[in-house]
């Protein structure tokens, strides 16, 4: 049910499309794998799915299969009439940005939400972490990204890939990496390999730090991670400041779990 190599080439074809580099297009082609995605999402009968970037509908029939009620938000108005009309009633399929769409309109009857998304390189963290500050309604994430970057989500304090996605991340939920996905099952193939993440929203959260705030202290931290918090945190906050919160001022950004962050970012705003 789900599409074959061929049959990607042959509906690119009929609809007269090709990928887009601008809007960072590749679509899977290998049945296996968005079977895969589906299946690492945890979504069946009952839950209520939302689709970033659709494409020509293989993800999506995919995910139909399980019995969740799919909504597919796709950019692309070529794209978007193509896979409607792969899908027919299985799935709508809405032309809209996901960074701009109106989220209350999409399956507007359901308490919780669930995205399943093979993300253009260029938006998957902004994206992502967007969602996760202003749509609480989305209790998981499985996004197909750069491996780089779903390290970065899955990154814990002390590792190389910790950062600033892995701090604002985590204030919202638990991120793992659960799947790779080779270069080889896309059309085009892209230069780089993929990873999936899934992030589950924690049940309770850890801080009620203001988003912007607590963006505003790891954005500072983390650019100039290999310098000391004392020196790249001397603008929001000085050495005793940082010792007052227990902190070591010798410790560089990658170091600071979650919650020293959170305590940086209270003493520091406004």
Known sequence: MT?????????LEEHELHARRELG???V???NTVRRIAELAQVGDGDHVVEIGPGLGSLTLALAETGASVVAVEVD????AAAQEVLGDLAVVIEADARTVDWASLHPEASELHVVANLPYNIGTSLVID?????????TLCVLVQTEVAERFAATPGSSAYGIPSVLVARYGRAEIVAHVPASVFVPRPKVESALARIVRHEVTPTDIDH???ATAVR????QRRKMIRKSLKPLIDEGGLRSLGLDPTARAEE???LDWVAIAERTAG
């Open 3 to 11: 599409h074959s190599r061929p049959t990607v080439y042959r509906l």
């Open 131 to 139: 969602i996760l500050a202003n749509v609480p309604r989305v209790r």
């Open 220 to 223: 500072m931290g983390f650019g």
């Open 256 to 258: 600071l779990s979650l």
């Open 29 to 31: 082609a290998d049945p």
């Open 25 to 27: 297009q590749n679509f």
């Open 77 to 80: 108005p070529g794209l978007a």
């Open 212 to 214: 912007d705030e607590l």
